[in-house]
């Protein structure tokens, strides 16, 4: 399965952005796939996860509420909707596919994109 995360960019606090990350490869409809994040100097942390269906969502607890990952099958694409972002939000983030259900640790996941910037900054 090959990845490839796109949508980020710079955005004020407070606002709003949409990261797309779209899965190739036989095999990618039936994965979990998931968002993870990286701010500089931090270990790379869980954001969300969905299952293969789309029909089961998991988030870590801090961005409940904030953030919500949806996936479109058709196009081989999840997406992470990301609201309220704050300073703290910035960081690399990384999608990832899994043959797991819904797991939370990097581990966990055998397949990984490069990764696409958010900046949250005014």
């Known amino acids: 399965v090959q990845l490839q995360a796109s949508g980020g960019g710079l955005v004020q606090p407070g606002g709003s952005l949409r990261l797309s990350c779209t899965a190739s490869?036989?095999?990618?409809?039936?994965?979990?796939l998931g968002w993870f994040r990286q701010a500089p100097g931090k270990d790379r942390e869980f954001v969300a996860a969905?299952?293969?269906?789309?029909?089961?969502?998991t988030y870590a607890d801090s961005l409940k509420g904030r953030f919500t990952i949806f996936r479109d099958n058709a196009k081989n694409t999840v997406y992470l909707q990301m609201t309220s972002l704050k300073y703290e939000d910035t960081a690399v983030y990384y999608c990832?596919?899994?043959?797991?259900?819904?797991?939370?640790?990097?581990?966990?996941?055998?397949?990984w994109g490069p990764g696409t910037l958010v900046t949250v900054s005014s």
């Open positions: 969905i299952s293969s269906e789309g029909t089961r969502q």
């Open positions: 490869g036989g095999t990618a409809g039936r994965h979990d």
């Open positions: 990832a596919a899994t043959a797991l259900f819904l797991p939370t640790m990097a581990y966990q996941y055998s397949y």
